[in-house]
């Protein structure tokens, strides 16, 4: 719902792979990204052709659950945004791929005549946003040491995509350039490498109804993945709301019951900070608080399992009465 270019890179060019695979094997040279035809030859067309299609089965599994979870920056972004992201990244990485077979040549004195083929650049160039802009929630623990959250599941998939071949390393290194180079706010490239807007209104008018989906009837609850940052983003606003008026209806409570002042103290108690020594100065009388809020062990459990602690947990509910998803947004900001 809400990716309609996600869900085109996602079987497009899954489903060309495998029929090269399976039934069109002689086609497969035309798809081959042979840099020395390149330089040599100037089969320009090859950047084109070598840079879309993944001609190891391995690369297109890994590549489409990569891009089906990059999704969110689609739902989030919007598709001609997105579109323009990739579009900048794809250039970029050609770029930066031509470059880095020249430096490995003249510093290590390898020839990289041919690299793995496939929309693998913009894929990795991906990995930008994904680092910098989705939140780490921390989903379980391993042996007690080794946190599993929910962007695990993509490292590993990106690793195992990054292991998949001899020179993959160049792509990915210039996929990641590329998308530092997009995302740089100094550099202005998404300014320049960008899709024009008549250009998102053709294939709006014509391919968006091809791949667009309906819109979920009912939610699912998942786990780890994508789709919780996803649900997590599409509430944010509505969570921020709901904040305000629990804040909102706390300090009338307080300003009813201390006779108009207000004890911001209680209202916003320092979560991670509980024992820091100006909290301990400042600690309101147990005369002016009011009663504590009888928490429900059930929510305190749930919040346990997504990794908080009793004492965070218990303060939070407390604090947005007794609300689970008030409650869950707070830990997460604080």
């Given at each position: 719902d809400k990716a309609p270019l996600s869900k085109s890179l996602l079987l497009v060019p899954s489903a060309i792979s495998i029929l090269l695979t399976l039934?069109?094997?002689?086609?497969?040279?035309?798809?081959?990204?042979?840099?020395?035809?390149?330089?040599?030859?100037?089969?320009?067309?090859?950047?084109?052709?070598?840079?879309?299609?993944?001609?190891?089965?391995?690369?297109?599994?890994?590549?489409?659950?990569?891009?089906?979870?990059?999704?969110?920056?689609?739902?989030?972004?919007?598709?001609?945004?997105?579109?323009?992201?990739?579009?900048?990244?794809?250039?970029?990485?050609?770029?930066?791929?031509?470059?880095?077979?020249?430096?490995?040549?003249?510093?290590?004195?390898?020839?990289?005549?041919?690299?793995?083929?496939?929309?693998?650049?913009?894929?990795?160039?991906?990995f930008v946003p994904f680092y910098s802009s989705i939140p780490r929630v921390q989903v379980t623990q391993v042996l007690g040491h080794f946190s599993i959250t929910n962007k695990s599941l993509v490292y590993i998939l990106g690793l195992q995509l990054l292991t998949s071949g001899s020179y993959i390393w160049i792509l990915a290194l210039s996929g990641l350039i590329s998308g530092i180079c997009y995302n740089s706010s100094i550099l202005k490239v998404h300014r320049i490498l960008c899709v024009p807007r008549w250009v998102a209104k053709i294939f709006s008018w014509t391919l968006e109804p091809v791949f667009s989906s309906a819109e979920p009837t009912n939610e699912v609850r998942v786990g780890m993945g994508a789709t919780v940052d996803i649900q997590r983003q599409q509430r944010m606003e509505l969570l921020d709301r709901q904040i305000m008026m629990s804040q909102v209806a706390q300090m009338r409570r307080q300003r009813q019951q201390q006779g108009g002042m207000i004890n911001w103290n209680r209202l916003f108690p320092p979560l991670r900070h509980r024992h820091n020594a100006n909290y301990q100065d400042h600690h309101p009388s147990e005369q002016g608080i009011p009663p504590p809020t009888e928490v429900s062990e059930e929510q305190v459990a749930r919040l346990m399992e997504m990794g908080f602690s009793r004492g965070d947990a218990l303060e939070a509910l407390r604090a947005s009465n007794n609300d689970l998803n008030v409650a869950t947004n707070f830990l997460l900001q604080h």
């Open positions: 039934l069109f094997q002689h086609y497969q040279k035309f798809f081959a990204y042979n840099l020395q035809a390149v330089k040599e030859d100037f089969q320009i067309w090859r950047l084109v052709c070598g840079r879309t299609i993944c001609l190891d089965l391995k690369d297109t599994f890994c590549s489409s659950l990569l891009i089906y979870n990059f999704r969110i920056f689609e739902r989030r972004y919007g598709s001609r945004k997105f579109s323009s992201f990739l579009l900048g990244a794809w250039m970029l990485s050609a770029l930066f791929d031509l470059l880095l077979v020249e430096i490995t040549q003249y510093i290590f004195g390898i020839t990289i005549n041919s690299l793995p083929s496939g929309f693998l650049g913009p894929v990795f160039a991906l």
